[in-house]
């Protein structure tokens, strides 16, 4: 695993930055730093104050401009902040010069996301595959890293050395890239392997965001024991298991979570677990319904699975963490007519969005689980009689090689 000087310690003190311009808005850079707080919390920092800055576009030198930096060095020196982590994606230079202005330790998103994908490797493929997202964040920063060569001055004896230092680092680094891709491709080879040897049954995915409970619902759904806690990323391998309802076999698997701003090299990277979702016969999409910007994360995922080209696949939306929904909407001197009735238009809303392939559950209280599972035996019964027209309801595949 590749030792970043920037790795995360345990309850390091942070602060957030993030921008406000023409394409983000107050509330969204609000959000923005929500989230960004809570990966930060998920790698280990304590994060002590936000700040953020109305601008046009971002600085290139900065990020930010100077009259804001000196802001943010003020406190940090008066609160002893060690990291300081920004919710773009920075440039090397622009780290390099931010931390010469902070004299503290900066990241931006994509490093921190680097970081907790890297915690939170458990198999050999996972570990290779956070591993290439590091080089590769690190590649095009390579020549920001060396910045620091300039104290010595320039002319004679000085630029020499160091542009011999760069590009022997950047061969190292191209090498590992490409050391890196052939042991994923053959990883890749064998994982293929395995999917074909699955046999015959019909494969569903559950996909969505980070955190909205995929792992609860596929422990429900097969009855065994996925690692799911309240944290980002808890599932970094994709798992799957089989599953038979109502004497209807299939094969039922749990993927890594999506995110906005997700680093492409991250998705580059993960491409053999992704081809879970591509391979998938029927995705079932899970969304946190309870949160503010539930609509935004089914958008990000709706792209994502674009990019991936699974869009239309057969899908079905489950509008997961109802009773959280409840809480947050309904005060308590709310009569339980008008709380049916603001439950019954959100369900009439999607039911039309999604042509009534969606399903509202609460996967922690167990609600709607009966009718979660009728609606999917439903799809996989269907997409069964399309594929093998001639056999009887009751015969499906038995392969129990996965």
């Not at 600085?59 to 609160?79: C, P, Q, R």
Request: with cysteine.
């Amino acid at each position: 695993m590749l030792d970043k000087k920037n790795s995360i310690q345990k309850e390091e003190r942070a602060i957030l930055v993030g921008l406000i311009h023409k394409t983000q808005t107050e509330e969204q850079s609000k959000e923005y730093l929500d989230e960004l707080a809570f990966l930060a919390e998920t790698a280990g920092a304590v994060t002590y104050k936000r700040f953020t800055q109305k601008m046009q576009h971002p600085d290139s030198k900065t990020f930010v401009g100077k009259g804001k930096l000196e802001e943010i060095k003020t406190y940090i020196t008066l609160k002893e902040i060690q990291l300081v982590i920004f919710d773009d994606e920075l440039s090397g230079s622009q780290i390099t010069n931010i931390e010469k202005i902070l004299e503290a330790r900066v990241i931006d998103r994509s490093d921190l996301i680097l970081d907790i994908f890297a915690s939170r490797a458990k198999t050999a493929q996972a570990k290779l595959q956070v591993e290439l997202a590091q080089y590769q964040y690190i590649l095009p920063r390579l020549r920001g890293m060396w910045s620091h060569l300039e104290r010595l001055g320039g002319g004679i004896g000085t630029r020499g050395p160091g542009e011999t230092e760069i590009e022997t680092d950047r061969r190292i680094v191209k090498d590992k890239i490409s050391l890196l891709r052939k042991k994923l491709l053959e990883i890749d080879k064998q994982a293929f392997t395995q999917r074909k040897d699955r046999g015959e049954f019909i494969r569903v995915a559950l996909v969505g965001y980070t955190n909205v409970g995929k792992s609860t619902i596929m422990n429900l759904m097969s009855k065994s024991d996925v690692f799911a806690e309240n944290k980002l990323f808890a599932t970094l391998d994709t798992t799957t298991r089989k599953v038979v309802f109502e004497n209807t076999p299939f094969l039922l698997s749990d993927t890594v979570g999506f995110i906005r701003k997700l680093p492409h090299h991250l998705v580059e990277s993960f491409k053999s677990t992704l081809d879970e979702v591509r391979e998938a016969d029927i995705l079932l999409h899970v969304v946190d319904v309870s949160h503010p910007g539930y609509e935004e994360q089914l958008g990000v995922v709706n792209k994502t699975l674009q990019d991936l080209k699974a869009f239309e696949k057969p899908m079905v939306v489950i509008f997961n963490k109802i009773d959280q929904y409840e809480k947050n909407t309904f005060d308590p001197w709310l009569e339980e007519d008008v709380k049916r009735e603001i439950m019954s238009e959100l369900k009439e809303r999607w039911e039309r969005e999604t042509n009534g392939l969606c399903v509202f559950v609460s996967a922690t209280e167990g609600r709607n689980i009966d009718g979660l599972r009728r609606t999917i035996l439903e799809k996989v019964r269907e997409l069964y009689k399309i594929r093998y027209p001639y056999r009887p309801i009751h015969i499906y595949p038995t392969n129990d090689g996965l």
